[in-house]
């Protein structure tokens, strides 16, 4: 018979820990990485502390109320992932049921493992290791562009340069002005031949958090091909010849301006860089840009 007062500790507990990581991966593409194994291991710390505070039950027992903690912290987890936009609809069902075998393994291991101060000291771990998981990938993330970077870090990217699309179609043209006032402005042309095919207009900007930088689009009419536009692509990692921009504004399937996700640029040589752009599509694919520019003297 379950214990009621054990399985609602045990899956709030578990709760807290799968939310906290889906909101931190949501903005961290390295946590985001390890969601299933992070999803089924929060699962099995649920079950262990179900087996804990339902101490004395049979082992069946133990197995069946760490199944239910497991299967119910990881549902309501991964919903919330599901409505950030970082997981299909499809990965409800399967990681429910990865999480509850799992839960259900936790409790019955946990008839044999625990004794009251074992427990104890585990909880202790678990409870601390995800602020500290917090405060070692996100600090520095939120510390890399507002104490190291600012637009003048950025003076290389001034002039004229020349871009070739990795399998696509199209030579970009790009002028990027140098920083002023905190500011740089970049246009960018897309030609097939004689055709435009886009016109991007780009800003990086200082601000109090950091270096940020939008792109929105037009047609060479100045269309706005974005009529509702949101974005914020943060800089997450300025180290020697890498950049990286994140976007803060969570994915919307509508707002065409949410697709990038992750923008990176890697400097060859003071005269050509990689821009990489890992965007999620319309059909809610992940997918990805890869331009090679070189600087037009």
């Given at each position: 018979?379950?214990?009621?007062?054990?399985?609602?500790?045990?899956?709030?507990?578990g709760?807290?820990?799968?939310v906290?990581?889906?909101?931190?991966?949501?903005?961290?593409?390295?946590?985001?990485?390890?969601?299933a194994?992070?999803?089924?291991?929060?699962?099995?710390?649920a079950?262990?502390?179900y087996?804990?505070?339902?101490?004395?039950?049979?082992?069946?027992?133990?197995?069946?109320?760490?199944?239910?903690?497991?299967?119910?912290?990881?549902?309501?987890?991964?919903?919330?992932?599901?409505?950030?936009?970082?997981?299909?609809?499809?990965?409800?069902?399967?990681?429910?049921?990865?999480?509850?075998?799992?839960?259900?393994?936790?409790?019955?291991?946990?008839?044999?493992?625990f004794?009251?101060?074992?427990?104890?000291?585990?909880?202790?771990?678990?409870?601390?290791?995800?602020?500290e998981?917090?405060?070692q990938?996100?600090?520095?993330?939120?510390n890399?562009?507002?104490?190291?970077?600012?637009?003048?870090?950025?003076?290389?990217?001034?002039?004229h340069?020349?871009?070739?699309?990795?399998?696509?179609?199209?030579?970009?043209?790009?002028?990027f002005?140098?920083?002023a006032?905190?500011?740089?402005?970049g246009?960018?042309?897309?030609l097939?031949?004689?055709?435009?095919l886009?016109?991007?207009?780009?800003?990086l900007?200082?601000?109090?958090t950091?270096v940020?930088m939008?792109?929105?689009?037009?047609?060479s009419?100045?269309?706005?091909?974005e009529?509702?536009?949101?974005?914020?692509?943060r800089?997450t990692?300025?180290?020697?010849?890498?950049d990286?921009?994140?976007?803060a504004?969570?994915?919307?399937k509508?707002l065409?301006?949410?697709?990038?996700?992750?923008?990176?640029?890697?400097?060859?040589?003071?005269?050509?860089?990689?821009?990489?752009?890992?965007?999620?599509?319309?059909?809610?694919k992940?997918g990805?840009v890869e331009?090679?520019?070189?600087?037009?003297?």
């Open positions: 018979m379950l214990k009621n007062r054990a399985l609602l500790f045990a899956s709030v507990l709760t807290v820990l799968q906290a990581m889906v909101v931190v991966g949501h903005s961290n593409k390295s946590i985001a990485g390890l969601f194994v992070g999803g089924m291991g929060i699962s099995l710390i079950s262990l502390a087996a804990m505070w339902a101490r004395g039950d049979s082992a069946f027992s133990l197995a069946v109320g760490g199944l239910a903690a497991g299967a119910l912290c990881a549902l309501i987890g991964i919903f919330v992932s599901y409505m950030l936009g970082d997981v299909p609809m499809s990965l409800l069902a399967l990681g429910t049921i990865s999480s509850a075998v799992t839960g259900a393994l936790g409790g019955w291991l946990g008839k044999f493992l004794r009251v101060g074992v427990a104890v000291a585990l909880l202790v771990v678990v409870a601390n290791a995800p602020s998981a917090a405060a990938t996100t600090t520095p993330l939120a890399a562009s507002s104490t190291v970077a600012t637009t003048s870090d950025f003076t290389w990217l001034v002039g340069w020349e871009g070739h699309m990795v399998g696509g179609v199209g030579v970009a043209d790009v002028i002005s140098p920083p006032g905190g500011l740089i402005i246009v960018m042309r897309l097939d031949g004689d055709k435009v886009v016109v991007e207009l780009i800003s900007v200082d601000t109090p950091g940020e939008r792109f929105r689009h037009f047609s009419t100045l269309e706005a091909y009529p509702t536009y949101k974005q914020n692509m800089l990692t300025h180290d020697g010849d890498r990286v921009f994140e976007n504004v969570a994915y919307d509508a065409m301006s949410t697709q990038p996700r992750m923008a990176t640029w890697k400097r060859i040589d003071a005269d050509s860089f990689v821009g990489h752009s890992d965007i999620i599509g319309d059909d809610g992940p990805m331009v090679t520019y070189h600087r037009l003297k």
